[in-house]
């Protein structure tokens, strides 16, 4: 091969190789990927949500989470929805067992949603009075509403996972729900 046509190979290789830029010519610090979190997170603290506590249960041990990422699916058949942080305790729990319970938390049950949103490592359920739902997984008395699943299918997404559950079981009873908006619990006033 002459070396002129050598040349012109190694130059198209490296353009291969370098690929795309990393960032837009119209890059700004602004919209550096950090920065797109921050402004993510910012947008969500206008977003008003109910509170459930997420329970599930692994070799006789309960464990619980404060989640507001929780929505119906489909009611033929009966799915629901809840999202997960995979560094949580309780991700190795319903990961595990393959049942969740969700519990919509009442308006007076803010105490349970700051405890299950808490660090807690062992005995999370020690001062905690529940009952056990067909799969297992507490159920908190004095919850609105409680949602007992099987894991249906799990789908990764980002540093979460999208838990769908076959509702096998249900409760619910009047009252008001608990809120979450701007960083704060809220009694939305229903
Ligand atoms: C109002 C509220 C809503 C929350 N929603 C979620 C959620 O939808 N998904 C999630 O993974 N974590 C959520 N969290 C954070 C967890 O409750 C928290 O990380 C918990 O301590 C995890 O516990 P564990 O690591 O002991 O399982 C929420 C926290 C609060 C206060």
Do not use: W
Not at 20 to 26: L, Q
Not at 52 to 77: I, L, Q
């Amino acid at each position: 091969m002459s070396g002129k046509r050598r040349k012109r190979r190694v130059d198209i290789a490296l353009k291969i190789r370098a690929g795309p830029p990393i960032f837009p010519a119209n890059f700004t610090p602004s919209m550096s990927p950090p920065n797109e979190s921050e402004r993510f997170r910012k947008a969500m603290r206008s977003v008003p949500t109910g509170v459930t506590v997420v329970t599930s249960v692994k070799d006789g041990e309960p464990r619980g989470m404060t989640v507001s990422a929780f929505a119906p699916v489909s009611a033929d058949p009966p799915l629901v929805l809840v999202c997960v942080n995979r560094e949580a305790r309780s991700y190795l729990y319903i990961s595990h067992s393959r049942i969740f319970c969700v519990n919509v938390l009442d308006s007076d049950q803010r105490d349970l949603a700051e405890h299950f949103a808490g660090k807690v490592r062992d005995r999370q359920f020690e001062r905690i009075a529940y009952e056990t739902a067909a799969t297992g997984a507490p159920v908190l008395p004095g919850a609105l509403a409680h949602f007992d699943c099987e894991v249906d299918v799990e789908h990764h997404a980002g540093s979460h996972s999208i838990f769908v559950g076959r509702v096998v079981a249900l409760g619910a009873r009047d009252g008001a729900p608990l809120g979450y908006f701007d960083g704060a619990f809220r009694d939305f006033g229903l």
